[in-house]
């Protein structure tokens, strides 16, 4: 078994995003259509942002994902509030879709099913 870290993370979770390109709010069920993924983020395309697409940073990803490696878990209010990540809803959802991270929806938080054996 390794440790999770971040890189692990966006890996797994840029593949993830090149083959489902859409993605529902947890809460609120709303679509986000990824549009490209790269290393600089992924693009995504909102009822809000059509028919452009805006980029959400790779940087809101690496704040989510380090808070969630450091306590296991992460809820929406700290997203919003503490690290301020303005794309919150997206972030959460995309991440909620990987193997290892599953949610719950009041309060609203994702967590690590098993944040001491992340085994890829």
């Known amino acids: ?21 859409v993605i529902y709010t947890l809460s609120k ?18 009822q809000r942002s ?7 940073p790779k940087s809101m990803f ?9 306590y296991g ?6 997203l919003t ?5 303005m794309r919150s809803s997206f972030v959460m959802a995309a991440l909620a879709h990987l193997p290892y991270i599953s949610y719950e929806i009041k309060p609203l938080k994702i967590f ?3 944040p001491e054996g992340y085994n890829q």
């Open 50 to 56: 059509a028919p452009d697409s805006e980029l959400v």
């Open 29 to 46: 069920k709303k679509l986000n259509e990824v549009t490209s993924v790269s290393e600089d983020g992924v693009e995504v395309r909102t």
């Open 73 to 78: 878990d992460l809820r929406y209010s700290v």
């Open 81 to 85: 509030n503490e690290l301020r990540i």
């Open 1 to 21: 078994m390794k440790e999770i870290t971040f890189e692990d993370v966006w890996l797994d979770l840029k593949e993830i995003l090149k083959s489902q390109n």
């Open 112 to 114: 690590l099913r098993d």
């Open 62 to 70: 690496r704040e989510a994902i380090d808070y969630l490696i450091s």
